[in-house]
């Protein structure tokens, strides 16, 4: 009776998601337009793709990308997560939505007003202030767009690391006070280790979607200029329908897969090694 | 007898329900006032004259959504094309009814101007009817070319004078950007490559008598190079600027010039407030080429949808938009005054005569409008036409193009390198038969 129930959920995951995985993976090896029957020429996309010096630079933004979401969004949303911690369960209610209010804006929303009221060409207020254009510079368009998508992630994950600080007994840090530790050390020495499973998972799923990352690009840049801001993501999407190059778009979507099963991996391996958890 | 006339009423009825003819459009890409203009206007003057019910459904313009329509056997009963050069696609996987019967049936043929009814062929039938006749110019602001005593340039030397010029007082030279419309770097090339290396080279190299690397292509691509690193583009931020902000600029002389497209003539009457605050010439000529020259494109296509179950009442709907000029001239003046030169595809037997003109002119047609219609009638004639990459280039060279000219640009690709790419991926195109036809020189 139990896998009855289940077979529901299983036709469902078999549909959504096993008859495109299989699918991709198919055209991959396929010359197709999307319009006429696919060609089968085994590997010759993957040829082309790992000899094309753009494939390489679009990865290699893909890391730059995914170095900038380990590290600056995490230490702001552990910041601000424990900083909550010492404020009044009220205040914390107000925080809590305040840091949650940008990501819950739509990206297109996000995207506009930050490309309008902060990095417009002619009167945008940061492009006023360092007298500098960030998005159509080939050096900083990538970066400018991860801090106008940094902008609602931030709040997201001090809302998630404030959950796991909330679990925490109260009673590690009535100890610590009476220690004398100060708020750095309550911080290094109590709250860090304490809520390290939820920053590891969340590390681990940072370095996932940033390896999937494209509305916000694609909304602002397309992956410009000059191919400074393309990542995987939207280099898949241009290949397969500005180039009508299906197969090798397929192709680069499964290096895409490749790259994100990397964290999977190690997540599944730390678990493993641990006992079956963090 | 009761009986008898109830039966006929019953069959009146039934007929009415049976015999009743109706296509289906998809609206896209439309300003308010076009739609309203369609809804109001257009439509019900081609229902009232065939009887034929035109029924809409508004849908993005993108070509994914219309793809996917098509795969699933569905999609609007008139299928629009971006341009022939996309249409091999749409054939080869046999989403479009070939048209040649109805192309005899409403005399198309003697309708169409020769580059127009060939534009239509492909691998021998005639599958669409190309439309949205566009060229390139550069637009300007006049009060700022008076107040600084500057006259519209006529060569290219002329031109990056007078970007130097408006450069050095603070004028943003060409209200250029791509944000918003990535192919917007297309028109740049497009506008460099007729108008520097010039259209005779442009045709032996479409028609693969010479390759993309001939030193007139390398010349006209480091001229747009120029134009960008010496910051006339955009003001230097083409990259970031949005095409939408274009009309403003210009208009309130912000910028000087813009290197654009005539679809903007039903765009910036928007924005103008005074008829000092916008005009165009023919885009510049390099010295020793003739002036002026129009790169001349296609915008649209019209095709038939392979399921549309009354095709011959599509055959009628494209025939009535081709007789616009002539059958409905104030029709055709209000669809030149909401859509600009789109609404014109050039037809035989409509010549802009002086009783024409003066019509059009009473009917409140912008005199700048008129003078374009005019000007490139006759660079058809006197074979001075050039040809715009995004009706005859194929689909992957064009894509090519807008990928990989800004990395020129930047300085990440030499144009060496570009043009070699690009003679690559079109031979490759060639082979495959997907360059369309080539209107020749004479």
Redesign the interface.
């Known amino acids: 009776m139990t896998k009855i129930m289940l077979l529901p959920s299983l036709v469902l995951i078999g549909l959504i998601i096993i008859v495109p995985s299989i699918a991709t993976i198919y055209y991959a090896f396929t010359s197709w337009?999307?319009?006429?029957q696919p060609t089968f020429i085994g590997f010759q996309n993957y040829r082309e793709i790992f000899s094309d010096k753009v494939y390489w630079s679009v990865v290699w933004n893909n890391i730059k990308w995914t170095i900038f979401f380990v590290t600056i969004p995490i230490i702001l949303g552990l910041i601000a997560a424990s900083e909550l911690n010492n404020v009044s369960s009220r205040a914390k209610g107000i925080f809590k939505t305040i840091f949650l209010l940008p990501y819950v804006l739509p990206s297109l929303a996000t995207a506009r007003l930050w490309?309008i009221i902060f990095?417009?060409?002619?009167h945008g207020i940061i492009t006023g202030i360092f007298d500098h254009?960030?998005?159509?510079?080939?050096t900083t368009?990538l970066w400018a767009i991860a801090i106008i998508d940094n902008w609602g992630w931030w709040g997201f994950l001090a809302n998630v690391f404030s959950a796991a600080i909330d679990q925490i007994d109260k009673a590690y840090y009535e100890i610590a006070r009476l220690e004398g530790a100060n708020r750095w050390q309550v911080f290094k020495n109590v709250t860090l280790p304490m809520i390290l499973p939820t920053v590891l998972f969340m590390e681990i799923m940072t370095i996932i979607w940033s390896f999937l990352v494209f509305e916000y690009i694609f909304i602002i840049?397309?992956g410009?200029?000059?191919?400074?801001s393309e990542v995987l993501a939207t280099l898949t999407y241009?290949t397969a329908?500005?180039?009508?190059?299906f197969g090798k778009g397929c192709a680069i979507a499964t290096t895409m897969i490749l790259f994100a099963s990397i964290p999977i991996a190690t997540y599944l391996w730390l678990i493993s090694k641990k006992g079956g958890e963090l | 007898m009761k009986r008898l006339i109830f039966v006929l009423f019953i069959l009146m009825i039934l007929s009415t329900f049976v015999l009743a003819r109706d296509i289906l459009v998809w609206l896209s890409w439309l300003e308010e006032e076009q739609k309203e203009w369609l809804l109001e206007r257009y439509f019900p003057t081609f229902e009232s004259e065939t009887g034929i019910k035109v029924k809409y459904v508004e849908m993005p313009g993108d070509e994914e959504t219309l793809r996917a329509q098509l795969i699933a056997g569905k999609g609007p009963d008139i299928v629009g094309l971006a341009g022939p050069s996309f249409a091999p696609l749409y054939i080869d996987a046999g989403f479009l009814l070939p048209l040649d019967e109805y192309a005899k049936k409403y005399h198309w043929d003697e309708l169409l101007t020769d580059l127009y009814w060939k534009l239509g062929f492909y691998k021998g039938k005639f599958w669409m009817v190309p439309g949205e006749f566009e060229a390139m110019v550069l637009f300007y602001n006049p009060k700022i070319f008076k107040e600084n005593g500057w006259t519209p340039p006529r060569t290219i030397r002329e031109m990056e004078e007078v970007a130097a010029k408006m450069k050095e007082k603070g004028i943003m030279p060409f209200a250029n950007g791509n944000v918003g419309w990535k192919p917007a770097i297309e028109w740049v090339f497009t506008a460099a490559v007729n108008h520097i290396a010039g259209p005779e080279k442009v045709y032996e190299a479409l028609t693969g008598k010479i390759p993309w690397t001939d030193p007139s292509f390398v010349e006209s691509v480091e001229a747009t190079k120029k134009w960008f690193q010496e910051g006339w583009l955009g003001g230097g931020k083409f990259f970031s600027l949005d095409v939408g902000e274009v009309y403003q600029l210009l208009v309130e002389g912000k910028a000087g010039m813009a290197i654009w497209g005539t679809w903007g003539f039903g765009d910036i009457v928007h924005y103008s407030k005074s008829p000092e605050d916008w005009d165009w010439v023919p885009f510049p000529s390099k010295s020793g080429l003739p002036y002026p020259i129009f790169a001349i494109g296609v915008g649209h296509c019209d095709a038939i949808n392979k399921n549309a179950k009354d095709p011959d009442a599509v055959a009628q709907y494209i025939t009535f938009g081709l007789r616009e000029p002539l059958d409905h001239l104030s029709l055709f003046a209000e669809d030149l005054k909401v859509n600009g030169t789109a609404a014109y595809t050039p037809i035989k037997g409509f010549e802009l005569t002086e009783e024409t003109v003066n019509k059009l002119k009473e009917l409140g047609v912008d005199e700048r409008m008129i003078r374009f219609l005019k000007l490139s009638t006759e660079a058809f004639e006197k074979n001075t036409y050039g040809y715009v990459t995004w009706t005859f280039w194929p689909p992957k060279s064009d894509r090519y193009i807008i990928d990989n000219l800004e990395m020129v640009w930047l300085g990440k690709m030499s144009t060496q390198e570009f043009l070699e790419g690009l003679q690559k991926v079109f031979e490759e195109e060639a082979k495959e038969g997907k360059v369309m036809y080539i209107p020749p020189r004479s």
């Open positions: 337009n999307g319009f006429t490309q990095f417009h060409p002619l254009d960030f998005l159509g510079t080939p368009a840049t397309q410009g200029p000059g191919r400074a241009k329908f500005f180039s009508i190059e």
